[in-house]
């Protein structure tokens, strides 16, 4: 049986994931194992946002490349502007439902598409 969520939801799910690991850059990416992969990114904004935080060796460095970036469906200050500490169990959140979404038991609906 295949769930849906609907991709407004999905792409809260993923910047909130993002917004944890920017917040407490780099060492919210030192386990590597706890980390999200790109591939469990749904969203094509969420997958930038991760590719620039990944390439970052600093939080300011991953900062400005964030807010470098131009994105179609995310506002970027604001995502800056979010305080990540309440995130923490985002990015496990989205390296589950990346699985899911391997392995089709969970799939995006837009409503009114």
């Known amino acids: 049986m295949t769930t849906t969520i609907k991709k407004l939801d999905q792409q809260r799910h993923e910047l909130k994931a993002l917004r ?5 850059f780099p060492a919210s990416v030192q386990n590597r194992a706890a980390v999200p992969d790109r591939e469990d990114f749904q969203i094509p904004d969420t997958r930038l946002i991760y590719d620039a935080l990944m390439a970052a060796k600093t939080k300011d460095e991953a900062t400005r ?14 995502f800056l502007r979010l305080g990540g500490q309440y995130y923490h169990t985002y990015p496990q959140l ?10 089709g038991t969970i799939k995006i609906v837009v409503p009114g598409e």
Not at 70 to 78: A, G, K, N, P, Q
Not at 94 to 103: A, I, N, Y
Request: hydrophobic share 30%; proline share 0%; aromatic share 10%.
């Open 20 to 24: 944890y690991l920017l917040e407490y």
């Open 65 to 78: 490349a964030i807010q470098e970036l131009d994105l179609e469906e995310t506002d970027v200050e604001s």
């Open 94 to 103: 989205v390296k589950e439902r990346g699985q899911e979404f391997r392995t």
